[in-house]
């Protein structure tokens, strides 16, 4: 099956300070890349969808000059968490979606844990 | 908007047992539905993909089945062992799109032995 990675797998920082994390799909190529966000106890929400080429889309409630996305190939995101805060600490998976089967099944990397001191 | 709910949120079975987990989503108009495994502090592991015309998928000792009409899912685990212990999340796309997930709060599943 299709494979994504994300690097890095654990991270903490200093408040105020900005985490690159990258997602990419190994095997395949992505046009379009979902970057998703857990906090504890709770289930993910997507933050925005990443297309090759093009500006990223957000969700509402989601900062989009604070989560900085860059969609640069097909096959690699990143996501940049600039001035980053305490509340910033969470659990951020991105996915892939590749096609097969008569649809798009999503793919999804191992999650990042970030925390920020 | 798709919402998407997991009944229980949590459950626990001693080992050997067969057991049932739900999903129910708003929009039936869905292209797919997916079923995930996440481990403690772990990222997320597909299981199943049912694509909305068909009705189950199956894949060792789970079955996954769509009813698309009335907005349900049920994946169904035969003979539980401790290894399947973990959140089991339903996800679906938003009605009539083929884009993100919509994800469920999931079902903490613990199998004791």
């Known amino acids: 099956g299709a494979v994504v990675s994300q690097h890095p797998s654990r991270v903490i920082c200093k408040s105020g300070t900005s985490v690159k994390i990258e997602c990419r799909s190994l095997d395949f190529q992505a046009t379009t890349m979902f970057w998703y966000r857990q906090f504890p106890k709770q289930s993910l929400m997507l933050m925005a969808t990443s297309n090759e080429g093009s500006k990223a889309t957000y969700e509402q409630g989601v900062e989009k000059d604070k989560f900085l996305i860059n969609h640069a190939s097909l096959t690699l995101s990143t996501l940049t968490v600039t001035s980053a805060h305490p509340e910033d600490s969470s659990f951020y998976i991105c996915?892939?979606?590749?096609?097969?089967?008569?649809?798009?099944?999503?793919?999804f990397g191992p999650g990042t844990r970030l925390t920020v001191t | 908007k798709q919402e998407v709910t997991q009944i229980p949120a949590a459950l626990s079975v001693p080992e050997g047992e067969n057991l049932v987990l739900n999903c129910s989503f708003t929009?039936?108009?869905?292209?797919?539905l997916q079923w995930f495994r996440q481990d403690p502090g772990k990222g997320l592991t597909s299981l199943l993909l049912?694509?909305?015309?068909?009705r189950e998928q199956t894949s060792g000792r789970l079955n996954a089945s769509l009813d698309k009409s009335s907005g349900r899912s049920t994946l169904y685990i035969a003979a539980s062992q401790p290894g399947d212990s973990a959140t089991y999340l339903c996800a679906v796309p938003p009605g009539g799109s083929q884009g993100n997930l919509i994800f469920g709060k999931g079902t903490k599943l613990s199998v004791k032995p």
């Open positions: 996915s892939a979606r590749a096609p097969g089967g008569g649809g798009y099944e999503q793919y």
């Open positions: 049912i694509q909305s015309s068909q």
């Open positions: 929009d039936s108009a869905i292209y797919n």
